[in-house]
């Protein structure tokens, strides 16, 4: 997918399929980026943003919705604020239905950039996954791109979990269990910089405010563990990537990942977020079988492409 993602080539695999991106919860990279992943394969995108603009606020249910909006699309990305609500609106779709996040409980297609991410960039240090050490460091218990990427991970071998959180944000334990029950070692801590000392990765989280009953009580754990250029280079081994699935909360009293790191080579939030269109093209592909036709039907572009990759 990198030479179309790159605008080296072009392909129109999906020339005539209509993507329904529905985003009910705010959105930057997972809404575009799976709209540009859907574009570069030759498709349309139809978005619906926010309940306000559909019969779900005049009290449709995700049955009645999903039929419809099924009969309109070829695939249907939805995100919603309600943990399972997804899979209720894919059980009534005529059409495959991708999560792009549902509520604080999980969001696969950030598991499989951040994956496809972290293999990268390990081996690029002569590492893989297995016996990978990574540090999950904010808000695990309500962070869903921690949780899908917990569940991925969990598939290598002898991974080293270090789970660096205020107890009350911690990884809810069946989270916690299954990543043991699957053989990997769980370590838990409150305290950045011991966490962070022996890792590959660092995987720096926001504290999901929309998640906490009232903003007084999200914003008690705002700012515990920030880290920046300094604390990087006094703690952290060489080399050890730092990630993110951003929104990284830029506001003076969060400031998980500070502004200072952004010319650190080992800064990858970016080569994260790029990612994510290739992840969502091979998706794509692969769910509408596709994926064997897009090469024979390459075609070089004719405008001038920045270097992206
Ligand atoms: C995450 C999300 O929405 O869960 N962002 C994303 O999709 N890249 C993380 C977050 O909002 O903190």
Request: aromatic share 8%; proline share 4%; glycine share 8%.
């Amino acid at each position: 997918m990198q030479p179309f993602a790159n605008r080296e080539c072009v392909t129109r695999v999906l020339e005539g399929a209509i993507l329904g991106n529905m985003f009910f919860e705010p959105s930057t990279r997972t809404r575009v980026s799976f709209g540009c992943a859907w574009n570069l394969l030759g498709g349309e995108v139809r978005e619906t943003a926010e309940i306000k603009t559909s019969a779900i606020a005049k009290g449709e249910s995700f049955y009645d919705t999903a039929r419809v909006l099924s009969g309109y699309s070829d695939v249907i990305v939805m995100r919603h604020q309600t943990e399972g609500s997804v899979e209720e609106f894919a059980s009534a779709s005529r059409v495959p239905v991708i999560n792009g996040g549902d509520g604080s409980n999980e969001h696969p297609s950030q598991a499989l950039l951040d994956l496809y991410t972290i293999r990268k960039e390990v081996s690029d240090l002569g590492k893989g996954v297995d016996n990978l050490r990574i540090a999950l460091i904010g808000d695990l218990r309500f962070g869903r791109a921690v949780h899908s990427l917990c569940r991925l991970l969990s598939l290598y071998d002898s991974v080293h979990f270090t789970l660096v959180s205020p107890p009350e944000l911690s990884l809810g334990e069946e989270y916690v269990k299954a990543i043991q029950e699957a053989g990997h070692e769980v370590v838990e801590s409150t305290d950045l910089h011991d966490g962070i000392s022996h890792a590959d990765i660092l995987y720096v989280t926001r504290t999901q405010e929309e998640r906490f009953p009232n903003q007084k009580e999200a914003e008690k754990y705002k700012g515990l563990f920030r880290l920046n250029q300094s604390i990087y280079t006094e703690y952290c081994e060489p080399n050890t990537v730092i990630m993110h699935p951003l929104p990284r909360d830029s506001r003076g009293n969060a400031n998980e990942l500070d502004n200072d790191l952004n010319e650190n080579p080992n800064l990858a939030i970016f080569r994260q977020t790029d990612n994510g269109v290739l992840i969502r093209m091979a998706l794509f592909s692969l769910i509408l079988d596709v994926a064997d036709n897009i090469q024979e039907s390459a075609k070089d572009v004719g405008w001038y492409t920045a270097k992206r990759f």
